[in-house]
Every structure is written in C-alpha cells, then in structure tokens.
C-alpha cells in the first residue's frame, strides 16, 4: 500500500489531506459544543476591565505573559485550575500565549492586590528580587481609552450576543450585571465609578488626584482588567 501511494504522489498528497482534516474536525468541533460556551462565574469585561485590556495588549504583555493554565500538576499547583475553553468566550483576541518570561496571569485576581500591582508596575525589582520587567512609569500620567473600549463593547454586544446588563450567572449562585452604557457620555461615567473603586486601594496621590477630577490614568484600568481575571 505504501509502495503505491510513493508512486502516486497525486493520491498521497489527498491522504494526507484527508488525515489531517480529519484531526482538524476532532480538534475544532468540541469548540462549538458546550465546552466552549461561558462558565458559570465568567462574565463579559465592564468597559474599564476592556480599556486595561487594550493598555496590556498595548504594552506587549502578553509577550512575556501567558493566560492558559495547562492541566499538569505542576502548573495547577502553582496557578490554580486549569484553563477551561469557555472561559475565553469574551476574548477578542485570545491570550493564551506559549512563552512565558514572566508567571501566567490566567487566575492572578485570586491571589494579587490592587496595591501589589501598583508597586509591581512602578518597581518590579522592589517587589519581586531579580525580576528583569522593566517598569512602567507612564501608565501612572497616561489616560486610559475609554472611547475605543466602549466601542469595541457596542461592536461584540451587537454581533457576538454578549450579555451586557442581562443577569450573569455567577459560582456562588448569585448572579452579576455587566452594565454597558448607552452612550459615551454614560460608558465614561460607568468606567469611572469602577475607577474611584480600584483608586482607593491605591497609594499614589497623583492617581487618585487624577480621578477625582474625572480622569482615568491607565494604571487604573490596567489593574482593573488584572483584577477581573479569576
């Protein structure tokens, strides 16, 4: 069998086509099915939580950061339970990465603070020895892009059925509303009352000066989006 598919490359060239759209099917369509859907407990990014995602992307986080917990004891033991596919459903784009530089962030608003983050970006050496992150001194003056991350909630609300301001099923049996504002005006009065939440687990003056004049600075944000991964 073999002989003869050496000495009909065309018929070859099919079967191997075949074999590995066969394994694509296996690996993809589980993807559509139940597992891929949202798991009790994640719930869609509030407009500051998307704005500190944009301020991550931006400053290539992700390049030294994962966000997908293998299911190996040595990574649960040290990062918490394995990623499950559904909880990326309102991830646009994903961030699973495969190069880490730095510890996975998958989970790490179960056991990071608004404060360790922010002496964490200021001085990374100070709070972790040895670390060779650089700092990030102009998250501090920086405004946060509100406008850009309320659109983006406008664009995946109205094609994707993300459910803003619907009941979000939660693990405790409660249940949690996203709220999406109906207007710019409205989604930056929302982002900043998040805002003035996580300023006030803040130490820097500067920051929390900031936002009580109504400013979000995107050291904020980005601690806000830290903090919603769980």
Known sequence: ?????????????????????FAGLIEILPNFAEASRPVIGTK???TLELAGR???IKNS???????LIRPFKAETDRYGHYSLSGEYAYDRPFLWGSKRTGPDLMRVGNYRTTDWHENHMKDPEAVVPGSIMPAYPWMFTNKADIDTAYAEQLTVAQFFSVPYNKPVPMKDGSTE?????NSVAEAHALALEEAKAVAADMKDQ????????GEIPEIVALIAYLNSLK
């Not at 490359?9 to 191997?16: D, E, I, N, S, T």
């Not at 986080?61 to 966000?67: D, F, K, R, T, V």
């Not at 500067?206 to 004049?213: E, H, L, S, T």
Request: net charge positive.
């Open 1 to 21: 069998m073999f002989h003869w598919l050496e000495k009909h490359p065309f018929f070859f060239a099919v079967g191997v086509f075949v074999t590995i759209a």
């Open 44 to 46: 869609p990014y509030s």
């Open 54 to 56: 944009n301020v991550y």
């Open 61 to 67: 986080c992700n390049a030294c950061h994962s966000q």
């Open 177 to 181: 509303i996203v709220k999406m504002g």
């Open 206 to 213: 500067d920051v929390k000066d900031a936002v009580a004049r």
